[in-house]
C-alpha cells in the first residue's frame, strides 16, 4: 500500500472508530451528520475492530474529506486571541491587578483569582494596600493621559504599570477615583444647567 493510500485508510478507520463511539454513546444523529444512512449505521453497529481496520486498508474512497479554509482561518484566529487573552490576564496579575479590575474585564472572581495566582506564583501583600506618594500619582496622571489613544483599556493598564513600577492596585484605585471626580463633576455641572434653565423659565414667565 502506498504512503498516500495509507494515509487514507488511517482516516478512514479513525473516522470509523469515531462513529462506533458515538453510537456506544447513543448519538446516532452524529452519524447522520455525518452522512451515513440508518441502514449503514446497524452496518457499523454489527462491525468488528478487525472489520473496521480492513476497511480503512481497501482504500475505497467514500469518504469526502475537505478543509474548509474560511472556517479554519477563524478557528485559528479565535484560538490566538484566546491565547493572547491568557497571557495578558497572566501578565495583568503578576503585575498586582485586585480582583475588582479582574472581575471587571473578564468576570473572574475571587476565587478564580486566587487560584491563577497559585498557578503563577503570585503572592499578593498582607496588610495595608500599597499607597503611591504624590509625586508619583502626578506621574501617573501625565502617563494616562498620554495613553489614550490606547483602545484596549486592559494593555493601557499594563503599560501604565510596567511604565512607573507602581502595582495595578495602586493604579486602578487612582483611576477609579478621577473617574469618579469626572463623574461627580459632570453631575453637578448638569445640576446647575438645569437649574440655570428652571430660573430662566420663572423669569420669562414674570415677565409674561
Not at 456506544?24 to 455525518?34: C, K, P, Y
Not at 449505521?41 to 475537505?66: M, N, P, V, W, Y
Amino acid at each position: 500500500m502506498s504512503g498516500r493510500a495509507g494515509a487514507h485508510g488511517e482516516l478512514v478507520f479513525d473516522v470509523l472508530r469515531y462513529a462506533t463511539r458515538m453510537l456506544a454513546q447513543g448519538d446516532e444523529s452524529t452519524l447522520r451528520i455525518m452522512g451515513f444512512t440508518p441502514e449503514q449505521i446497524q452496518t457499523i453497529e454489527r462491525l468488528s475492530l478487525k472489520s473496521l481496520q480492513r476497511i480503512g486498508e481497501l482504500g475505497a474512497h467514500f469518504l469526502d474529506f475537505r478543509i474548509d479554509a474560511a472556517c479554519f482561518d477563524r478557528v485559528v484566529r479565535r484560538i490566538e486571541q484566546e491565547k493572547a487573552d491568557e497571557t495578558l490576564k497572566d501578565a495583568l496579575l503578576r503585575a498586582g491587578a485586585p480582583i475588582r479590575m479582574m472581575h471587571h474585564f473578564w468576570g473572574m472572581t475571587s476565587r478564580d483569582c486566587a487560584e491563577r495566582r497559585r498557578v503563577l506564583n503570585v503572592e499578593v501583600p498582607i496588610g495595608r494596600p500599597a499607597q503611591a506618594d504624590e509625586a508619583a500619582l502626578e506621574h501617573l496622571w501625565r502617563l494616562w493621559q498620554a495613553t489614550e489613544e490606547v483602545t484596549d483599556e486592559r494593555q493601557r493598564f499594563l503599560q501604565l504599570a510596567e511604565a512607573t513600577g507602581l502595582p495595578l492596585t495602586v493604579i486602578w484605585t487612582a483611576v477609579e477615583e478621577w473617574q469618579d471626580d469626572v463623574t461627580r463633576v459632570d453631575g453637578e455641572s448638569s445640576d446647575r444647567d438645569a437649574r440655570a434653565g428652571h430660573d430662566s423659565g420663572r423669569v420669562v414667565g414674570l415677565h409674561g
